[in-house]
């Protein structure tokens, strides 16, 4: 919404239908250029002659098939065009509330839940990012941003940010019906407003030219 605010057009490509209507309801009314296919990534079938100048992904990169993504990345921006990517890591959270939903969120994925929050994990993650950007051989990285904020959120927008999460949309329906209402009934416990802290990594890359596949 931010990048339609300044008056650049906008085509999305999202996953879940529900995220997908809400974007559509929000920047009609704020009469933005806008346009929303539903759809994975790796499936969707951009218009003919279809090109842009910018991509950008919010924490949902690494969920995309890696033979893809990249590669459809590169073909789908103009010369000298611009791939960021963004993450939010390891939410310290000061409320062992929010810590056994994600507890019992990240069960589901063993990896997660064994990694800790530490700044050595968070390095390790960004150092593997660095390293899948630049092996693809598509991009090379321009910026680097690192940096950590405390936002103090209303529970309920935070509970229907936590049902938008890649890590809980990727679950099979049977799981996502059984995670949540386990986490409705975690939340009723929860203030009004929940104190966080969130890590934020953002990769600037740009597209590699012919010449440097040569």
């Not at 974007?23 to 842009?52: G, H, M, Q, R, T």
């Not at 939010?88 to 589901?108: C, G, K, M, T, V």
């Given at each position: 919404?931010?990048?339609?605010?300044?008056?650049?057009?906008?085509?999305?490509?999202?996953?879940?239908?529900?995220?997908?209507?809400?974007?559509?309801?929000?920047?009609?009314?704020?009469?933005?250029?806008?346009?929303?296919?539903?759809?994975?990534?790796?499936?969707?079938?951009?218009?003919?002659?279809?090109?842009?100048?910018?991509?950008?992904?919010?924490?949902?990169?690494?969920?995309?098939?890696?033979?893809?993504?990249?590669?459809?990345?590169?073909?789908?921006?103009?010369?000298?065009?611009?791939?960021?990517?963004?993450?939010?890591?390891?939410?310290?959270?000061?409320?062992?509330?929010?810590?056994?939903?994600?507890?019992?969120?990240?069960?589901?994925?063993?990896?997660?839940?064994?990694?800790?929050?530490?700044?050595?994990?968070k390095t390790e993650k960004n150092e593997?990012?660095?390293?899948?950007?630049?092996?693809?051989?598509?991009?090379?990285?321009?910026?680097?941003?690192?940096?950590?904020?405390?936002?103090?959120?209303?529970k309920d927008i935070f509970t229907k940010?936590?049902?938008?999460?890649?890590?809980?949309?990727?679950?099979?329906?049977?799981?996502?019906?059984?995670?949540?209402?386990?986490?409705?009934?975690?939340?009723?416990?929860?203030?009004?407003?929940?104190?966080?802290?969130?890590?934020?990594?953002?990769?600037?890359?740009?597209?590699?030219?012919?010449?440097?596949?040569?």
């Amino acid at each position: 919404m931010q990048f339609a605010k300044r008056g650049f057009p906008v085509h999305c490509v999202e996953l879940g239908k529900n995220l997908a209507d809400l974007l559509i309801e929000k920047s009609a009314k704020a009469k933005y250029n806008v346009k929303v296919d539903v759809s994975s990534f790796e499936d969707w079938k951009p218009p003919e002659y279809f090109e842009c100048s910018f991509i950008f992904s919010a924490t949902a990169f690494h969920w995309l098939d890696i033979d893809i993504k990249y590669k459809k990345c590169h073909n789908l921006l103009r010369d000298n065009g611009y791939l960021v990517l963004l993450w939010n890591d390891a939410h310290d959270w000061y409320n062992p509330i929010l810590q056994e939903a994600y507890r019992r969120l990240f069960s589901y994925y063993p990896d997660k839940l064994n990694n800790s929050n530490s700044n050595t994990v968070k390095t390790e993650k960004n150092e593997s990012r660095r390293n899948e950007i630049i092996e693809s051989g598509y991009f090379e990285i321009v910026d680097f941003l690192n940096y950590k904020w405390f936002p103090n959120e209303k529970k309920d927008i935070f509970t229907k940010a936590f049902f938008t999460q890649s890590s809980f949309l990727s679950l099979e329906k049977s799981q996502q019906h059984k995670l949540s209402a386990e986490i409705y009934d975690l939340f009723k416990e929860l203030d009004d407003e929940i104190k966080t802290e969130v890590h934020t990594s953002v990769f600037i890359t740009k597209k590699l030219g012919r010449d440097n596949f040569l």
